[in-house]
């Protein structure tokens, strides 16, 4: 992504050595010493050196390579050959020239940019060798800052993880050419983008065709590749770039970015134009405002979902790096205005370019200033709950170790087009689409089918029809019901790995509530192979008749000899009379204890009273209203066995029962 967007690409120490010169007064020199060199070569030297200051980078090398094929060593067309790669974004191509200028003259600009060169190559560990020698020629604090950053991004691109780690990204083969197309975006049914194709000259800082703005139908993803065609709304100028265009979400209003004209009368700088929709048609694009000095560079805009702020790039002064990002906000006169710089989070030394605000507060953009893969990556500025701003490498299945840029969601954040230069594409820079390809997830239903019985005393269990079964999820939420049929059963679908609560029911009964798991129930999903999976599962529920004065013992409640307090054991039984309280809040109960015959009637009263009265106050402490509660203790005056002889008979006689005394409607 060359051609526009790049005219003024600059690395970090350019920015901080000429924070307030132009970088072609920068290289001025190079001039002053070509004049004194080989005589033969002085027409070539001339020319190439017009061409470097004006610009012409792609020519420049031309023509220097030209000496450079008979003089393989000389300096000065080594430096002009390596600083024209990298001014035209080109920087990997600049190493084997930065290589000889080292050995030759080893300053600390040589020795960083050779370390840009290699880090563009993915060379790594050489990289951070250069940039290690740069730092011993300055002591310039804000160099040296500078240089240890490139190395600690360096170290840190190996622990970049993947943001959408199941996301694809396509090649779309069928929209790109052999020259450039890049920045897409939609509206209304149509997706707008830059390219090369149907170019009326050459740019000349690096050889690629001028591009335009075009248009083709499309939906989502889907392009309609056999109808692209030149921008309608309004005519491509030619003889210049134009390019990254943003369109309002209304549509009613454009803005791309203009510059790189071939004419001197034309305006010095890339810049913002825009095209406002009056009536039947676009206005014919004018200059923002929003540039505000024809001599800043102002590119790829995109709006704020809202259509109310404008988003874009730009060198002017003040900025952290070589291009910063800024936002404007729209005015009453529905242009764009006080643009502000969005800080040194996003904002580095390097630069940052493509700027992508999304409905949820994310932000987008490309920037090669953050540790990345090589050149720009795409990257997110995203929120914490304390606010907090973090920035994100996309990871490795979005980035790649070119240039990776003009990011837009067709579905946020599922799918979508970004623009890379990377290897194997169909041209310069080429359109790319992803699609979220996560795997879906198997589905395991459980089905669980609730049988219904009565319990009859010395019977065998019977089925209960028109029981009414509910079902409760973990967040007590009710998530079906139904009333058991003549077979006394009900079918539930239930989550995998959930619990529940299953209540039945009935006029007449005891009502209950069971819990029920199928965590550990169901096969894992990833060893499945079918996309739906039916897991039958079986439980049963039996219900206890509910009949007024029937005793009911409570087995298992033992006291220790001559007390009354609850233990441990006895506490487990009436946890579960406690539960039958609950299901059943309509009832009234008594509670009686009853002793064996071995002490006087006097004392197994009292007794019998205690510990009667001991169980009650343990299911008050359980959330039982004690006016639902009676305690009773007959001592031995119910014995079941008259004359017990063996401690089993004895135990049999003492024992804890309940019934219920009330039914209240």
């Not at 290289?27 to 001339?46: A, D, N, P, T, Y």
């Not at 197309?181 to 170019?199: H, K, M």
């Not at 591009?211 to 056999?226: H, I, N, P, Q, S």
């Amino acid at each position: 992504m060359r051609n526009l967007n790049f005219k003024k690409y600059c690395d970090p120490i350019s920015r901080l050595k000429n924070k307030n010169q132009n970088m072609k007064h920068y290289f001025f020199w190079i001039s002053l010493l070509f004049l004194g060199g080989i005589s033969s070569c002085k027409s070539l030297q001339e020319k190439g050196n017009d061409q470097f200051l004006s610009g012409q980078y792609q020519y420049a090398i031309s023509t220097y390579s030209q000496i450079l094929a008979d003089d393989p060593e000389n300096k000065e067309a080594n430096q002009v050959i390596a600083e024209s790669y990298r001014l035209s974004n080109r920087i990997e191509k600049a190493g084997p020239y930065y290589e000889k200028l080292v050995t030759e003259d080893p300053t600390f600009e040589n020795y960083y940019r050779l370390g840009l060169s290699l880090k563009a190559q993915e060379k790594n560990e050489e990289a951070k060798t250069a940039f290690e020698k740069a730092k011993g020629y300055t002591q310039d604090e804000s160099f040296l800052a500078e240089t240890q950053r490139q190395i600690e991004a360096i170290k840190l691109k190996d622990g970049i993880e993947n943001y959408w780690p199941n996301h694809v990204l396509v090649n779309y083969k069928e929209l790109n050419t052999a020259g450039a197309d890049y920045a897409p975006v939609l509206s209304e049914d149509f997706i707008y983008f830059t390219s090369g194709r149907q170019a009326s000259g050459l740019y000349a800082a690096d050889g690629s065709p001028y591009t335009k703005l075009f248009r083709a139908r499309a939906e989502g993803l889907r392009v309609d590749t056999k109808a692209v065609q030149a921008l309608p709304e309004f005519k491509n100028e030619e003889g210049l770039n134009q390019a990254a265009i943003a369109i309002s979400p209304d549509g009613n209003t454009i803005i791309y970015a203009r510059g790189n004209s071939t004419s001197a009368k034309d305006l010095p700088e890339t810049a913002l134009f825009v095209s406002y929709f009056r009536g039947a048609g676009f206005t014919q694009p004018i200059w923002m405002p929003v540039n505000e000095e024809e001599t800043w560079w102002n590119s790829t805009p995109a709006f704020s979902p809202d259509g109310t702020e404008l988003y874009f790039a730009s060198n002017r002064p003040g900025g952290f790096g070589g291009i910063d990002l800024y936002k404007a906000t729209r005015l009453a006169n529905a242009d764009f205005g006080n643009a502000v710089n969005l800080g040194p989070t996003i904002n580095t030394p390097g630069n940052e370019l493509f700027p992508r605000m999304t409905p949820d507060g994310k932000f987008f953009f490309s920037s090669d200033g953050h540790p990345g893969y090589g050149k720009l990556d795409l990257f997110v500025a995203e929120k914490d709950e304390a606010g907090k701003q973090t920035i994100r490498n996309l990871g490795d299945n979005i980035n790649s170790t070119n240039d990776d840029f003009g990011l837009f969601f067709t579905e946020y954040p599922k799918a979508g087009f970004i623009s890379s230069n990377r290897d194997g594409g169909e041209g310069d820079d080429d359109i790319y689409f992803f699609e979220d390809k996560t795997p879906k997830p198997k589905i395991v239903n459980v089905l669980l089918n609730v049988t219904t019985k009565e319990r009859i005393a010395g019977q065998p269990d019977k089925v209960l029809d028109q029981a009414r079964v509910v079902l409760y999820d973990g967040n007590n939420k009710q998530s079906g019901g139904d009333f058991s049929n003549t077979n006394g059963r009900v079918r539930f679908t239930l989550e995998p790995n959930a619990n529940f609560t299953i209540i039945a029911s009935k006029s007449g009964y005891f009502s209950k509530s069971v819990p029920y798991t199928t965590i550990g129930k169901t096969p894992d999903p990833a060893t499945l192979i079918q996309e739906v999976t039916n897991i039958t599962l079986d439980t049963t529920i039996i219900l206890d008749q509910l009949i007024l004065d029937k005793s009911i013992v409570l087995e298992n409640i033992y006291y220790d000899l001559d007390k009354a307090d609850i233990r441990p054991d006895a506490a487990i039984e009436l946890d579960k009379l406690v539960a039958v309280l609950k299901d059943n809040p309509s009832i009234r109960i008594e509670l009686s204890s009853h002793t064996d015959s071995r002490s006087s009637d006097a004392y197994n009263l009292d007794l019998s009273q205690r510990r009667a009265q001991s169980a009650v106050d343990y299911m008050v402490s359980k959330g039982i209203g004690a006016e639902r509660l009676v305690a009773k203790g007959y001592g031995e005056s119910q014995l079941i066995i008259p004359n017990a002889q063996t401690e089993e008979e004895h135990q049999v006689n003492r024992r804890t029962q309940f019934k219920v005394i009330e039914i209240k409607e």
